[in-house]
């Protein structure tokens, strides 16, 4: 240090001479100055190597002894410092030990969770970090660096609790995920997405549904394939039974949904003109059935078209009186026929055609008037064991008076009137008949009266079914339903009661 003091004073005062000096100087003098600096200087040489041969003595031999008594001091030291460290980090380990216990036994706990929950399908590199950084926890804690294995199991149990918390979020993915790939097509991912939403949730319906559905695209795909192709060359009716197809697979697959629609109504649209076409061309035929048939189909296959409503219009505006004339020659062969109910729909036709016309309407009523006729008369006949009704052979006598009184009676009326009269000529003889007891049974014959006590009554009865009701105290309740039967002698009904109670 003095030596370089000393160097640096020299050098200071030779600077402060040549400064002084420096103004007295010709060119010429700092010229040659200048080059005296360049030559050797012996003296300044002679100064450089003593210095060197110094600092290369320090080096060698001062400076080793000196580093090593520091290392030893130092090393010394540092034994003793890390000695307090192990100790210190010894004893905070085993502080850590039940920590990284307790750890260890949420993780092992929290994990089967997850794989209840298919974590091994969608728990991917998060997973897999787990493992690792538990696996990490488990060879610290055996070599009993439990600080370090707390540390591991906590950052596995970050990730193990992060998946816990997404499984909602991933099982909606996935079925996002599957629903797309099922409309696209994509069977093998809509399957695979569909199988990661069943292991989170195995009861979820979206998924069960999903799945089964997802099982059957391929199928469903050939079968739109198909449709497709009807479905653009225009052949309608394949191209519905192709979609029909498809939805009997998978009845939720929306395309085959809206090319079922789509087909039908192009099926319609077709069929609409079809008709319109044919009843125009039968129209001009005057072949008003098949016309309305044709125009009738039309509407129904499109009610809101004006082309199908005018159609019809036309078709009634040139058919109405045709049809009247038609159908009126059709009413009166079934009069002649005594076809009453046939000739009836005859004029209510005639009537929705044109309500105005009269004769129909007179037509009509007279029409009615025999349908109800002919069904008295067919009802009474029928009912020939009622007649013993007083009231019943009443009306059946007025019935058959109505009857004689029409004038023009076709062979079906004058066979009704001929069985109508012969079964009230039957009904008005009285016969004798016996009715037979014990003297106990108190007797009530229904439409005749109290009868009472007897053991034989005598009486004459017309033709028909009667009831008769027998009471007796302390004896169960009897009934007899007996027909009077019409030219027979020697009749006779016992009725009496029997049963105790």
């Known amino acids: 240090m003095n030596i370089k003091k000393t160097d640096d004073s020299v050098t200071k005062s030779d600077h402060e001479v040549s400064s002084s000096l420096d103004d007295d100087k010709t060119i010429y003098q700092e010229k040659l100055d ?8 012996p003296k300044l040489a002679f100064f450089l190597s003593g210095l060197l041969l110094l600092f290369l003595i320090i080096v060698f031999f001062i400076l080793p002894s000196t580093v090593t008594q520091y290392r030893e001091v ?27 216990q307790a750890l260890l036994s949420e993780l092992l706990a929290r994990s089967e969770d997850l794989k209840v929950n298919g974590v091994l399908f969608w728990g991917g590199e998060d997973w897999s970090d787990a493992l690792i950084y538990q696996a990490e926890g488990d060879s610290a804690y055996t070599l009993r660096e439990f600080n370090t294995a707390v540390l591991k199991y906590r950052e596995s149990m970050q990730i193990l609790i992060d998946l816990e918390l997404s499984i909602p979020q991933r099982l909606s993915l996935a079925l996002r995920e599957a629903g797309d790939a099922l409309m ?5 991912l809509a399957i695979e997405q569909y199988e990661i939403s069943l292991a989170i949730d195995g009861i979820n319906q979206e998924a069960k549904v999903g799945y089964e559905r997802a099982l059957k695209v391929d199928r469903v795909i050939e079968s739109m394939v198909e449709a497709d192709v009807f479905s653009n060359s225009g ?13 009997i697979i998978d009845p939720e697959w929306i395309n085959a949904i809206k090319g079922l629609e789509t087909s039908k109504q192009k099926l319609d649209e077709e069929l609409f003109q079809k008709s319109l076409s044919r009843g125009y061309q039968l129209l001009s035929e005057e072949k008003f059935e098949e016309t309305k048939i044709e125009f009738d189909q039309a509407f129904k296959i499109n009610p809101n078209s004006r082309d199908a409503l005018q159609a019809i219009e ?13 159908i009126q020659f059709e009413a009166l062969i079934a009069e002649v026929n005594e076809q009453w109910v046939l000739a009836k729909k005859y004029y209510q036709t005639i009537l929705k ?22 069904s008295d008369l067919i009802f009474f006949t029928a009912n020939a064991d009622n007649l013993s009704d007083d009231d019943l052979l009443k009306k059946a006598k007025k019935i058959l008076k109505q009857a004689n009184a029409i004038k023009k009676k076709g062979p079906v009326l004058l066979r009704q009137i001929e069985n109508l009269a012969n079964v009230i000529s039957i009904a008005s003889i009285p016969m004798n008949i016996s009715i037979l007891s014990d003297e106990m ?15 034989n009554k005598e009486m004459t009865l017309r033709p028909g079914v009667y009831k008769a009701v027998g009471t007796r105290n302390g004896f169960r309740d009897v009934s007899l339903r007996f027909k009077v039967l019409p030219d027979q002698i020697d009749q006779s009904f016992r009725i009496e009661c029997k049963e105790r109670v």
């Open 34 to 41: 200048r080059e005296n600096q360049k030559r050797f200087n």
């Open 353 to 374: 055609l044109d309500a105005n016309i009269k004769d129909a309407s007179e037509s009509l009523n007279t029409v009615s008037q025999r349908i109800s006729l002919a």
């Open 314 to 326: 036309e078709l009634e505006l040139r058919a109405r009186m045709s049809k009247i004339e038609s």
């Open 441 to 455: 049974t108190n007797i009530t014959l229904y439409k005749v009266g109290q009868l009472g006590v007897f053991r």
């Open 184 to 188: 696209q097509g994509n069977q093998e």
């Open 74 to 100: 130092s090393n010394d030291a540092s034994v003793q410092k890390d000695f307090t460290i192990v100790k210190n980090n010894e004893s905070s380990d085993l502080a850590q030990k039940p920590i990284a």
């Open 235 to 247: 052949e309608w009716e394949k191209a519905i039974i192709s979609y029909e197809n498809a939805l």
